[in-house]
Structure formats: C-alpha cells, structure tokens
C-alpha cells in the first residue's frame, strides 16, 4: 500500500492476535515496528521473526510500564510516525450486580485508560514529525449495548468518543485519528467469550456459537487478518482524508 514503508508504527499488544497480524502485514509492507505486550515468551518470538522490530514488555494500564516503552520505542525508531492502540482484554461476563469493582477497573484501565496513557506520549512525536495517524481499536461492542458484557462495551463506547475527540483536537496538526470495529473474530478470546456467554444464559457452546453468528449478517466470524488489513489500509495515503470514523470489521453485526 502506498506510503506504509518507512513509517515508524507503535503497536500495542502486538505479539498476538490482532495486534501480530497487524505487525506482520506492516512489516511485510516495509515499516520500521516498536511492539509491546505483557508476554516475554511471545514478544521473543516477535523479535525472531520480524527483523528489526524493537520489542518491549508493558501493561498498557501501568503508567510507568508504558513511558519506558515508549523511551526503548523511540530510541530505536528515532521517531514516530503512527500509533495502533490494540491493547484490551475481554472482562468479565455476569449481571452488572455480580461484577466485581476490580474486574470492572482492569477492563476499562486497560482497554480505554490504556490507550489514553499511549496517545498522550505519541502526539508529540506524531506532531514533531509534521503529522501521522491513529487507529484506535473498539469493537462492534462500541455500538451495540451488550448484555452481561458491560466492563467490556463501555471500554469500547468510551474508545469512540476518545477518537472522535482526537480528531478534532489534532486534525489542524496534520494528524489522523480513526477507530476499528472488530466484530465475531475468530481466535482464543472469541472461544472464552462464547464459552462464559453459554455458561451465563445455561446453553451449550455451540448454540451460543450460533447464537452470534445469527446476528451478523455475513454469517461468519472476521480474523485477526481482515482487521489488520483494515489497519495497514488507515495508515497508508489511501486514507490520507479519513479520519473521525468508526470503522466495522465485522460482517455488520446486527446486535448483540
């Protein structure tokens, strides 16, 4: 894609999921990556197979994790052209009245606050380097209500309304803020949240399964490789107008 190589892209939670199939494709697209992850085990194997990469452990959620982050990233991009804010975990499933408090911090800490604590070391870099992009990911869960899931949307609401003032506040420096909708992706999470959905409302696996793919209108799930195409596609110049949208990956998901 035009303009990707030679961009200096921040990734978090890059050593699986989502977040490697978008390092992988923004490698093979010839840019420079600086990916973190709370797994050492599997940013080694980031490093091994994506030469070049600078790699670093961070909880998101930890202020301090992500400002060291930032300094190992920056001191070996020497700059920063793009940031992909992809961490987020699944939260808790249950009625609001059986959530625990804690549970209800760590999902919003790392799937909103997480990407607040990114952003505000990245616009300076972004703004230094004459502008660049954001992509922030949400989920279908930002623009559907979701029953015994509300950790989780509320993050994901909160992601929208976070890019949406982004990019009003940066558009005038030249910088794009835009936010990914994933919907059903296939992989590990996706398993445990139908395992604990079913769990939940006392049916099977593979009724809840269908369950979900009933309300997309696409019948399937999305991989990890259809939202990491979606991002290499905001970064490069072929979007270089877009911004302030909130971009479905998903089949379109009627509801949840």
Request: charged share 20%; aromatic share 6%.
């Amino acid at each position: 894609m035009s303009g990707l190589a030679g961009q200096r892209v921040v990734i978090t939670a890059g050593a699986g999921g989502i977040g490697l199939a978008t390092a992988r494709l923004l490698h093979d697209q010839g840019c420079r990556l600086a990916v973190c992850d709370v797994s050492e085990e599997a940013l080694a194997r980031v490093a091994s197979e994506l030469p070049g990469t600078v790699v670093a452990r961070a909880d998101v959620s930890d202020e301090g994790d992500v400002g060291r982050f930032f300094e190992v990233a920056l001191g070996g991009l020497g700059g920063l052209d793009a940031l992909v804010n992809n961490a987020g975990i699944a939260g808790p499933t249950g009625g609001v009245e059986d959530i625990a408090v804690a549970d209800w911090r760590r999902c919003l800490d790392i799937g909103l606050t997480g990407q607040f604590l990114c952003a505000r070391l990245a616009v300076p870099q972004l703004k230094a380097a004459g502008g660049g992009s954001m992509v922030n990911m949400s989920s279908s869960a930002g623009r559907h209500g979701y029953a015994f899931r509300t950790p989780y949307a509320a993050a994901k609401w909160g992601v929208i309304g976070f890019t949406q003032s982004l990019a009003k506040e940066l558009g005038p420096h030249n910088i794009r803020v835009n936010a990914i909708l994933p919907g059903i992706v296939a992989g590990p999470r996706m398993e445990g949240v139908i395992r604990d959905r079913a769990a939940q409302t006392g049916v099977s696996y593979e009724d809840m399964e269908a369950r979900y793919l009933a309300t997309t209108s696409l019948r399937r799930m999305v991989t990890a490789q259809d939202v990491a195409a979606s991002v290499a596609f905001l970064l490069s110049d072929a979007a270089r107008n877009l911004s302030a949208l909130s971009f479905n990956v998903d089949g379109n998901v009627e509801t949840l």
